[in-house]
Structure formats: structure tokens, C-alpha cells
């Protein structure tokens, strides 16, 4: 069976990394309720339609406190996914096959469908830990370590928080740097940007290679950096309303492409894909498939303001994000949320995001024949222009024994559109975009002693 | 954008919180409210873990968020 | 004999100031009275803790706080824990959890929080038999209940003849 992999299993620096920025420092306690130890944990579920992917996975955030305020935290998360995810060719009115990224075998996909790969399965583990502490009366200090491993991909990271208040604690500045090495190891073998997908070829039994197959136009493993700086200033403005500005600058160099995803060579009238005949004896691509290639230097930055309004014991959270690259992709994302209280110790929180996001300068939906080449090119939908929101609810009560459950359930859907401009002849009639529909649900148990 | 840009812009929000934020804010002992576990800027960090992982393996920003201030103020 | 009936008296008019103010809450609009007069307390070491119950440092510092009373109160320390809680049934919960061997005032408006200068939750000032602050700590921190209480042993040999 195949074994191709979407980036989404991939945990990047800058997802750990954004990850401990945000969870660094001390979990929020109330005076009758100061434990030694603090445990959240979450099951979690995503499920995208139309057989893609599909993950289950058990987060889990431990906490200690020691005497004064300092607090040792241990995350560890486990996921398994499976499903398929768009493979960056484009649809059109035939069945096209294409060797998967192991090399041992191929796959066919439907005429006018877009080409998804085939099932995988992966499991991907990770662990951080955090201590803060305060420093001197006014400051805090945070500094962690992040790590997470999967079949193909593993990461090694370091942060450091900084704290300082002013004005009677009514203002904070707040400083986060991170670093992170990653390490790419495709399945299969990295593959030289634009060369062709291949043919499928017979597996050699090689101890070192971890039954990875040798395919030509292989290059050695990759490795990818990522810098990531946060500043924040908070500020309380009343008794009930807070409100945080954040920027974040973040640069990612090394090994920056999707190892399994390709762009179609297509017929520069007919805009189908130029048919290809494997080797004699062999199975393998029936199309000109290139592989994808992008900069190896993406630097971002972001400027995030949230605020939170206590409102006669109803709270409301609203944020916005707005984030720009030097691939020219420009983001913008407002997030609410809403939480109405019961006498019991329970709420009701709706949630409403909205997210909107324009195209990587290099996204483009193919690879015209016998035009001008290009230096980048990707067919990545997730680097394409589109539209997103996400609609949710979450229940939180107490339990007898005061311990804290919640159930979250939200519907995340994706639309976008190609390019028009890059539209060739017969792809006009087609669905080139890949839109996602997806299920996030999510069980969460917080206890403490 | 150009470091010199970013550095001034930096140097300016700065200079705007210690300044023009000195005034605003309450007493150390009018933040009841603010103590409360759903008035902090992330109120479940895991869950905000799980949502960053989410929308950064489907969308191509992610984080912003930073950490710090707000609560109670204590010590 | 004169002197000690004006302290009672004074005594009298504080208690009744305190009933008052705990009374009408935080529906009062009435121009404040200092909830407790210190000067009651000329010659002895004055302890002013202010504290609320959603402050995690002074569920901390009550059990000590306690412990003090018990170890230097023969010796004339005097604790007051003045307690800035919006309302009163909050710190109510937190006393019948970290009960009190020493006086609480209440300071909904926070007058008197104005009136020290209180910077941080919680704060304590140490005023001595004379009537003057000689110390203050912002917050309450575990690691220095020693030194705290150094303070408190030497505000108490000073002045005594």
C-alpha cells in the first residue's frame, strides 16, 4: 500500500512553537482552588468528508506547582490519522494513475474527480515541557523544550518567555523567542523539485534504508530552521475589559516543500494533461507529473489583537489576526467567542471564526507545456486563495466532585477558487478547487490535587 | 517589511504602552473580575494547542497569540 | 482612667463604622469613614494586610498570619486584615475556608486602600507602637515568611524600654 502523507501530519516549529508561546505561564487558578497538580487532557476528533483526512488523537498538559508561583508543565499529545488529501494534480474528464511517494506501487483515481492519493496511516507523538517562574517582584521567565516524531518528520525545539509589568500590573510587555530544527525524511526519498514522477519500481531489501526505495531523481534527507519572535503588550482597560496586541515575526529557511505533492503538465490549448508511458514492464504515472518546489525562506508576520469583556457574568473573546508573508500571502482571521454562565457552575459557549487568505505568488493549479519555466510553483491548496469559517459550540459543567468536563463540537468548512487567470481551455468547466468540509469534535476532562 | 520599520514600529508601541497606558487600569484590588479563569486571554491552553495545530495544518498562517498580563495581578 | 475611656469610646465608634459600611455593601454611596482608626492601637505593632478573596498569595498568607498572632499577640502585635472584596459573601466563603484568628475589616469602596497607598495584592504594612509605618511588602511570597517575621520581632523589641 502507498504511503503518501498530507503536510497536515507534518507538525512544523511553528505550530509547537506557537503552541508553547501561547500555553507558557501559569494556568489560571482561582483562590479556593489552588492544587498541587493541574491535569487537562482532551480527546480530540477530525474528520474531513469525502474520505480524506481523519484524525484521533489524546492531548494531555500536566502542571505542578511549586512554592511561589513556579510551575513545571509536561505536555504530551499522540495522534493517528488516516485518509487521503489532494495530491496537487489537476482533474480532468479521464482516470489518471500515479506511483506512490514510496515507489512500491500506484494508484488510480476517477475521471473528473480531484486526484486524491491513496489511505495512510501514521501516528505521530509529542512531548514538551515548561518551566516559569517568577523574577524579582514585576517579571516572569518561561524556557521549554518542544519534540514530536512521526514516520517522516521529527522536531527539536527551544523557547523562552519573558515577562515585565508596569503600572501597577495594568500593563504587561511580553517577549517569546523560539528556535527549531526539523527533520524532513520523506517516504521514499526527497525528490528533486520539478522532476517527473516516475514509475513504480521493485523493493530492495536494504537494512538501512528502512524498506525505503531508492526512486531516481532522489535527493538525501532535508532539514528546515524555523526563528520565531512574539512581542505582546497587554493592557487592562477596566475592571471587566483586557485587551492584548501581539507581533510575531517568524522565518522559516531550509527545506520548505511538500515532498508528495505535484503539479500536472498540461496541453497548453486543451488544458488536460499530457498522457506519459511508463517504462515497458513497469507501472507506473500515465501523465507528466511534476514534483512542487518553494523558496527555501519564508519570513512572516503577524499582528493579533484579542480582547475579553466581562459583561454582567457573560464573557465575550474577540480577536483578530492579520498576517503577511514575502510569498504575498496576506491572512486575515476573526475569531469570537461567547460564553454564557449557569448558576451551576456550567456554560454555553458559541464560537464563530472567519478566515480569508490570498495565494502564494508561486501557487499556480498547473504546468503549462512549452511555456516559460518556473522557479516556484505549487498546487498546494492550502497556499491557494480561499475562504474559511468555522461555526461552534462547547458545553462546560462541573462534576460532583468538582472536576471540570467540556464537549466541543465545531463544522469547518473551506472554499476557495482558482486562480482565474491561470484557467486553460477544458479546466474551465471543471472543479479545480479542492473545497474541505470538516468535523472538529472534542471531549476534555481538567482535574486537579 | 524592513527591520528598520519593524524595529521603530516596536519602539513606538512601546514607548505608547508605558506612556499612554499608564493611565488607564484599575486598583490592584478591583480585579476580581479579571481573576476569573474565563477572563484569561487563553483559557484552555490545550484546546488553544488544538486549534493552532488544526488551522496551521489547513490554512497557511498560524499563531499570534502571545501569553502574559491580565488576572489577577497577584504578588 | 480618662484615656482608656477614650479609647473605648473610640473602639465603640469604630465598630459601629465597620457595621455600618459592612451593612449597606456595595450599594452605599455615603461618603466614607475609615472602616477601622489605627491610632486605637498606640502602643502596640499594627499589622495592615490587605487582601481579597480571589488572591491566591493570601490563601497562602492567612495560616501564617495566624501563626503570628498566636506567637507575638501577648507581645502586643496586632493583625488587621482588611479585606477589598466587592462583596462580602465572597470573602465569607474564603474565611470559612481559611478561618481568622485575627480582627477583619472591610473595605468594599476601597478607601482605605486609597488611603495607604496599596500597590499590590496582597499588601502589608507594619506600623509600630508609635504609630508610624516602618515597613511594607508588596505580596506575599513563602520563601521570605523568615524575613516578614524578623520585621515583626524587631518593630516589637524597638521602643520597648
New interface residues.
Partial sequence: MGKVK????A??L??A???L????????????E?SKWDF???L?Y?GEADGRVQDGSF???AQRRF???RILSI?FSVDALTGATPNGAIPYDGSQTFTTPSGNSTYTTQPDVIPLDGSFRDSRVALTANWAQ?LG?LS?INVGLSGSGEYDYTHFGANL?L?R??????????L?LAVARDDINPVGGTPVPFSPMGDAVEREDDEDDDNRVRQPNRMSDQRKDVY?L???????????L?F???????DSKGYLNDPYKILSLVDATTGDPIPRTPEPGFDGADHEYRYENRPDERV?????G?T?I?MSGK?L?LSY?Y???D?N?D?H?VDMRY?F?FNNGS?FEPHIRL?T?TA?EFYRISLVDGTQPFTFASSDY??GEFD?FTVGMKYGWKTRFGKEMSI?VEY?K?DGDAPADQIIGNQADRELYPD?D?I?A?F?YKFGF | MSRAKITTAITLLIAAALSGCSSMGVEPWERDVLAKEEMQLITDPVEAGIDDHIYFSKEASSGGRGFGGGGCGCN | MNQRFEIRARRVVSIIAVLFVGLLGSASSIATEPAFDVTEYRGKVVVVDFWASWCVPCRRSFPWWNEMHRKYGDDGLVIVGVNMDAHADKAQDFLNEFPAEFRIVYDPKGDLGKQYGVEAMPTTFVIDRNGEIVANHLGFKVKKQDEYEQVLKETLDAGKD
Avoid at chain 1, 300 to 304: C, E, L, N, T
Wanted: proline share 3%; aromatic share 12%; glycine share 6%.
Fill in positions: 498530507d503536510k497536515s501530519v507538525i512544523s511553528a505550530a512553537t506557537c503552541t508561546l501561547g500555553t507558557a505561564g501559569v494556568s489560571p487558578v482561582q483562590a479556593q489552588e487537562n487532557t482532551a480530540l477530525y492531548k494531555s498538559l512554592v511561589d508561583d505536555g517568577p517582584r516572569t518567555g515577562t509589568d508596569f503600572n501597577k500590573r495594568n500593563t504587561t510587555l511580553s517569546g520565531d512574539v512581542f505582546g503588550v497587554t493592557q487592562v482597560i477596566t475592571r471587566n483586557l492584548q496586541f501581539n507581533y510575531s515575526y517568524s512572516k508576520h503577524s499582528f493579533y484579542q475579553k466581562f464573557v473573546d489576526r498576517m503577511t508573508d510569498w500571502i491572512s482571521t460564553r454562565p456554560y478566515y487568505q502564494a492550502r497556499l474559511a466541543r469547518y473551506q474541505l470538516a472538529i472534542q476534555s
